[in-house]
């Protein structure tokens, strides 16, 4: 199994590659909102537990959001590898991934980081709330909070993958056509 972390900014271009990533090297796409989404719709455990937090105005704990995960990953066992989009967050998470990989006895191969200035995803995010209807690119002040968190709680796991030699940036500013490309080098050179 291949796994691939895709890291980056709301609005860097994650979903995009995925999109194109998935198809190119076979690979099952598990996007972390996409998992919430479907056991919120579907009132599962998960998504029960999942709303109590959410209602309250908290970030969803570590360990359920992973449990939703290692749910997702136990549907495709054989599948050629996982693109993580959007999961790992923290170094908890990131910890508990890769416990869980190796009793599968599988890894992490790679974590990709889409980088970009702020600036130009924050117009970028604008331009998508325009047409997504999503309410929460439609707020500058609201996206420049997203990005706080990610720098305060997801950039340290660039860090942590660096150490084990599994961290690579990949300038996400370009054509789709120019990133995926710039991506599909550091996958094929694994």
Request: proline share 3%; hydrophobic share 35%; glycine share 8%.
């Amino acid at each position: 199994m291949t796994n691939i972390v895709l890291f980056g900014k709301p609005g860097a271009g994650k979903g995009t590659q995925a999109e194109f990533l998935k198809e190119k090297y076979k690979l099952t796409h598990i996007s972390t909102g996409d998992v919430f989404r479907f056991n919120l719709k579907n009132d599962t455990d998960l998504g029960k537990q999942a709303r109590v937090y959410m209602d309250a105005g908290d970030l969803v704990p570590d360990e359920l959001t992973t449990k939703m995960l290692i749910d997702e990953v136990n549907k495709h066992p054989d599948t050629n590898g996982i693109l993580f989009d959007g999961y790992p967050r923290t170094i908890s998470q990131a910890e508990a991934l890769d416990a869980f990989l190796t009793s599968i006895g599988s890894n992490v191969a790679a974590t990709i980081a889409l980088e970009a200035d702020d600036e130009i995803l924050v117009q970028r995010l604008l331009e998508r709330g325009k047409t997504s209807g999503r309410i929460d690119d439609q707020d500058e002040e609201k996206i420049r909070n997203r990005y706080q968190e990610y720098n305060e709680k997801t950039a340290p796991l660039m860090n942590y993958y660096e150490e084990q030699g599994k961290f690579f940036a990949v300038n996400g500013i370009g054509s789709i056509a120019e990133i995926t490309e710039r991506v599909s080098n550091v996958i094929d050179n694994l």
